[in-house]
């Protein structure tokens, strides 16, 4: 997809700075110049507001680090000192703890709409599994984070998870004690998860340059699935076509994002985490932040320790494997009649599992778990089995096509004005 | 169409995934009442700010710290309004224990704006010692630590209508649902007494306020303008224990109206822009 | 390489009207967000506060001696100046000084003898010596600051060495015959 590059230095000094390191010249081929699908719709701008929630947690983050104190003594008081004494305190820790879940709100409308269009077939899988990488990453950011309040919920969160590693047979125990620093989560175990809740979101940065390296590779998934065949038809330059659609996606997002913050500040965390860290009492019913919640639902709806850690950590590992789990040859969904119908089912057993998360561990919750915990691993068995008799819609023949509808009027008005326009 | 339907799909699968952390059991839930704080617009009530500092500093405060509120908090804007003076004034009656001295020795002294209200007790194991082993939680950020369960599909309506008030709801029922334990109730033990919003009904804190209990400030005609009850009482307090936990609550709120305002109006145009833009290319019937 | 035909270029000023709107909110959001970012870097609230005024009795402070207290984290010095001192300091031919200043402009007219000075080498920030006794006052009865070699006489100005300014006097006021208000 990466062509010959269009940029011209202009200026001696660019000229200079080119023929040294072509950095401008990077930056113009892969934010200006660069072709774009010119059928992306709106959900294609979750990639840049991703970017975009990145680089605001990453600035906010820093800024709070400058005023918070990783001590299992302080840390609680000093987040408060930051929402109390700090100029616009609130704000950017507000902006941080809400900016976290909309940073998964977006990651998941992406996951899910690459899962929609086949984003994960050929040739595109190490894109994909690089997206892995960094939902990962961004799971275990988004935990050590919530670590750093210290309240009830931190407290009592980081010790189930942690624990999570000690049903790993023979060195799971070691494992937790390392994780700790200690013989439970103690102020050795806040100050590592400070030290990488820092460092993990420079990584993730390095893994997102990977992922749009990769991306740039291979040119953009469009909501076809068919592959650009003619540049010059199908795609427009990412300046200003797909930079503008960006920009309006992010504004609306941040929409949502103000409504949260400004308004509801408090919504997606839980009343438990105003309470300081105790080790000595539980809260009566401890979840974690709803974005894990599908996850943790499918981690207690199996009875066995080991399992049940095995089939979470299987839930996502499994993501990775789906350029070779489906077989289908066809990307888009919206030409795969069957898949597409398994595909809003999966998205409705996701809702479930996660509204399940929330629920006590009693009954009837734990049996609706374990049946929408088969449902989501059995929509990866089906992607296997549908390819092989499904029977996709007509594909159309290019992103042209498709975008102009084959209808001969629209055609013909596209060829009348063209010329006019070019004069 | 598809796109559409994924993304409301999606806002309301997610939307559902934030499912309220609170325990089941035998929970009364406490009814809404109406707050000056509340929505979009909203802004402390000043006057029943000072009338819950009142009861806060006469009864919560004899058991209750309130370790993170510094009198000069009290004179800041967005609270209840004290003057300067006014706050330097309250603070000299309490004495504050600093030091070590020159001699080594810790000393007290007048409080000053900077001070933080001193707490009842020297540390937990003193404050339960002194409560029948019970430990009267720390009020500085209360009313955001307690909650009830809102339950499906209120918590998604709470998203659009901005109800966030479970915490002065709660406290304030809490506060007006001290009762007689209904017939068949276990009997209560030593220290214990029944409520109907506490979850599990015992609580350990015996009623805190009586009518009449705490003397309002008068108004001209030598009443006070709001009743002294137990359940004005528990609504300033509940309005009081807000600001402690939010103290920024009003500015938050004001600041939030004009981003929301300037993101709208930048998104309208960006709409346009984006639709002229598009309508360069000369096929633009593709612009969806 | 080429992609479907661009047509920018002679179009109205509409266009160009709303384009510049649009730059210009993009414009006024970056800057509005720019505020709390660096508004965050200022003293907060607590700083601000535990930077009040403080009260200080100078009644222990014996002739010759010299205590040192902190106001707002810095260091302050408070000198009982001994007569000798006094008459050095007011004997200098103030149009001589690096920086000019009368003894009268650094202390407060009937209390000559102490004096308040902010005990931070105006050089590079190191405390100059002088205030205990045993260490070295410089040539001129006043402070050395060891890390440059700045003499300061005992009005506490400089004399000598590479500081620019004399030490400067905090903002303080007698609330009393021997207590003074510092802030």
């Known amino acids: 997809m990466s062509g010959h590059s269009t940029y011209q230095p202009k200026t001696g000094i660019e000229r200079w700075l080119d023929a040294r390191l072509p950095i401008v010249r990077l930056m113009h081929d892969a934010g200006v110049s660069y072709p774009v699908p010119r059928n992306l719709n709106l959900l294609w701008t979750f990639g840049g507001i991703l970017v975009f929630m990145l680089v605001a947690q990453i600035i906010t983050g820093v800024i709070l680090a400058m005023h918070y104190t990783p001590n299992a003594n302080m840390a609680f008081n000093s987040v408060e000192h930051i929402m109390r004494d700090v100029n616009f305190g609130w704000l950017l820790r507000y902006l941080h703890s809400n900016g976290a879940s909309m940073f998964f709100v977006a990651v998941y409308v992406h996951i899910f709409r690459g899962l929609y269009y086949g984003s994960y077939k050929a040739p595109r899988e190490v894109l994909w599994i690089l997206g892995v990488i960094i939902f990962l990453l961004m799971m275990a950011t988004a935990f050590m984070g919530y670590v750093l309040p210290w309240g009830q919920m931190s407290f009592w969160g980081a010790t189930v998870i942690t624990n999570l590693f000690s049903a790993l047979p023979v060195i799971g125990e070691t494992i937790v004690t390392f994780l700790w620093g200690g013989y439970s989560v103690d102020n050795p175990t806040l100050n590592r998860f400070f030290s990488l809740h820092f ?45 503008i659609k960006d920009l309006f996606g992010m504004v609306l997002f941040m929409l949502v994002f103000a409504w949260f913050v400004f308004y509801q500040p408090n919504f997606m965390g839980h009343a438990d985490n105003y309470i300081p860290a105790n080790p000595a009492a539980t809260p009566a019913h401890i979840v974690p932040e709803w974005y894990f919640l599908p996850f943790y639902a499918i981690l207690r709806a199996i009875p066995d320790k080991l399992g049940g850690v095995l089939a979470m950590g299987g839930a996502i590992v499994i993501l990775a494997f789906l350029p070779w789990i489906d077989t289908s040859k066809v990307k888009s969904m919206t030409y795969r009649p069957i898949a597409r119908q398994f595909f809003w089912m999966f998205v409705l057993v996701c809702i479930g599992l996660g509204y399940l998360g929330a629920m006590p561990a009693d009954e009837p919750y734990v049996t609706i778990s374990r049946i929408l915990t088969v449902l989501y691993f059995g929509f990866f068995v089906a992607l296997a089995l549908i390819g092989i008799f499904e029977r996709p819609a007509q594909l159309p023949t290019s992103i042209a096509d498709s975008v102009l509808g084959g209808s001969g009027a629209r055609l013909a008005h596209a060829t009348a004005s063209e010329p006019q326009a070019k004069g | 169409m598809s796109l559409r339907l994924s993304l409301a799909g999606l806002a309301a699968g997610l939307a559902l995934a934030v499912g309220p952390a609170f325990a089941a059991g035998d929970v009364v839930k406490p009814p809404a009442q109406s707050w000056s704080f509340s929505g979009p617009f909203g802004k402390f009530d000043q006057a029943q700010l000072q009338r819950g500092f009142k009861v806060v500093k006469e009864v919560c405060a004899n058991c209750h710290a309130m370790s993170l509120i510094r009198f000069r908090n009290l004179a800041q804007p967005g609270g209840p309004g004290f003057t300067t003076s006014q706050v330097e004034a309250l ?82 029922a809490l506060l007006t649902g001290y009762a007689e334990p209904p017939q068949g109730f276990p009997p209560l033990l030593p ?15 015996p009623k805190p306020l009586n009518d009449g209990q705490v003397e309002y400030p008068k108004g001209p005609d030598g009443k006070s303008p709001v009743p002294e009850t137990v359940e004005q009482y528990a609504k300033d307090v509940s309005a ?33 822009t984006k639709k002229k833009i598009w309508s360069r290319l000369p096929d633009h019937a593709s612009a969806h | 390489m080429a992609h479907a035909t661009d047509t920018t270029g002679t179009e109205p000023t509409r266009r160009d009207f709303l384009m510049l709107t649009t730059g210009a909110f993009g414009a006024v959001g970056a800057a509005a967000v720019v505020i709390p970012l660096i508004g965050q870097l200022a003293p907060d609230a607590q700083t601000v506060a535990a930077g009040a005024p403080i009260d200080l009795d100078l009644a222990p402070i014996a002739e010759g001696q010299a205590i040192k207290l902190f106001w707002r984290g810095k260091l302050i010095f408070v000198r009982h100046r001994s007569k000798k001192e006094i008459d050095e300091a007011k004997a200098v031919n103030v149009a001589t000084l690096r920086d000019p200043q009368s003894d009268e402009q650094r202390t407060k007219a009937g209390h000559e003898q102490y004096l308040v000075v902010y005990g931070s080498c105006t050089h590079l920030g190191c405390v100059p010596l002088g205030s205990s006794p045993g260490e070295p006052k410089g040539e001129f009865d006043g402070w050395f600051c060891p890390c440059h070699g700045s003499h300061y006489d005992s009005s506490g100005r400089i004399r000598k060495g590479p500081a620019p300014l004399n030490l400067p006097v905090p903002p303080y006021a007698f609330t009393a015959d021997t207590k003074i208000k510092i802030g």
């Open chain 2, 240 to 272: 009081f224990l807000v600001w402690m936990a939010e103290p920024h609550l009003e500015a938050r709120k004001r600041m939030g109206l004009q981003v929301m305002i300037f993101l709208a109006l930048f998104a309208g145009l960006l709409y346009f």
């Open chain 2, 191 to 205: 220290g214990q007494n029944y409520n109907t919003y506490m979850p599990g009904h015992l609580i350990a804190m």
């Open chain 2, 91 to 172: 603070a000299q009656t309490y004495q504050i224990k600093d030091g070590p001295n020159d001699s080594g020795e810790m000393f007290e002294r007048p409080g000053r704006p900077a001070d933080a209200f001193p707490s009842p007790f020297p540390n937990e194991q003193a404050a339960r010692a002194a409560n029948g082993g019970a430990y009267p939680p720390d009020m500085s950020v209360l009313a955001k630590a307690r909650t009830y369960e809102r339950g499906f599909p209120k918590f998604v309506f709470d998203i659009f209508t901005q109800y966030q008030e479970q915490g002065p709801d709660y406290i304030t």
């Open chain 1, 199 to 243: 460092l993990l979101p420079f990584m993730i940065a390095g893994v997102v340059v990977l992922h749009i390296w990769a991306l740039h590779h291979v040119g953009q998934n469009n909501p076809t699935g068919v592959e650009v065949k003619d540049v010059r038809k199908d795609t427009v330059p990412f300046t200003p076509y797909a930079t």
